[in-house]
């Protein structure tokens, strides 16, 4: 076990529709990466943040958004959902030690999303 | 109850043997390259990392030897066990983590 959660665990929903993918990081991790993981594109990064700010940013489709709480839990936030978005995502949290720094993450269980 | 169900190259191994699990990375100016294990139904595991500025490092049972000259990774895992079939992901870091693709380990009995 990572000490990081993610909800719901399986999500089934419609093409257009959209929904909301959650992450609590490790205790005492500031920073909070997320990932899609689909069949023909492998594990991808697609945004990254830190103690509520965004930091980085991947391939992350502008349909995407996610933010940070103050609680440090954070949300992904998939919208105008298509067939293709249908993936495996996961989360994952760091200590972050600093912005260009390697940082040990570590992964979530993950939320399969299936989009008909 | 596959991790992604991708057409993933795969390395079969009896159990005993040792593995050893290669990988092409892309970013010379990668900092760091990590190893990480997915298992069926489970996120990525961190098995072990290297810095750029080294050629070796040995864990418990994995061995992760990294070789700039080819921009080559490879991870060896010692007396293979039934416990070790899983998908290997090689990730280099250069201000994000990037993934290779993956090799599916099975250990056979």
């Known amino acids: 076990d990572s000490g990081v959660t993610q909800t719901p665990k399986h999500l089934i929903t419609a093409t257009g529709q959209r929904v909301t993918l959650r992450c609590s990081p490790r205790?005492?991790?500031?920073?909070v990466y997320w990932y899609q993981q689909s069949l023909d594109q492998g594990l991808q990064f697609l945004i990254q943040?830190?103690?509520?700010?965004?930091?980085a940013k991947g391939n992350i489709l502008e349909r995407f958004s996610a933010q940070q709480f103050p609680d440090l839990h954070s949300e992904l936030n998939l919208s105008s959902l298509e067939l293709g978005d249908s993936a495996l995502y996961f989360c994952a949290s760091s200590p972050y030690r600093g912005e260009h720094s390697y940082n040990e993450q570590f992964f979530g269980p993950g939320t399969r999303l299936t989009v008909l | 109850g596959e991790s992604v169900g991708l057409h993933l190259p795969t390395l079969s191994v009896q159990e005993g043997d040792n593995s050893i699990i290669n990988c092409a990375y892309s970013n010379s100016a990668s900092d760091y390259f990590i190893w990480y294990k997915q298992e069926s139904g489970k996120g990525p595991q961190f098995i072990i990392d290297?810095?750029?500025?080294?050629d070796k490092r040995q864990g418990q049972r994995v061995t992760v030897l990294l070789n700039k000259t080819v921009k080559h990774l490879s991870l060896q895992i010692a007396a293979t066990q039934p416990g070790d079939s899983a998908v290997y992901f090689c990730a280099e870091w250069a201000d994000k983590l990037i993934f290779g693709t993956g090799t599916r380990l099975q250990v056979f009995p």
């Open positions: 290297i810095r750029s500025n080294m």
């Open positions: 205790s005492g991790d500031l920073s």
């Open positions: 943040y830190y103690n509520g700010e965004e930091r």
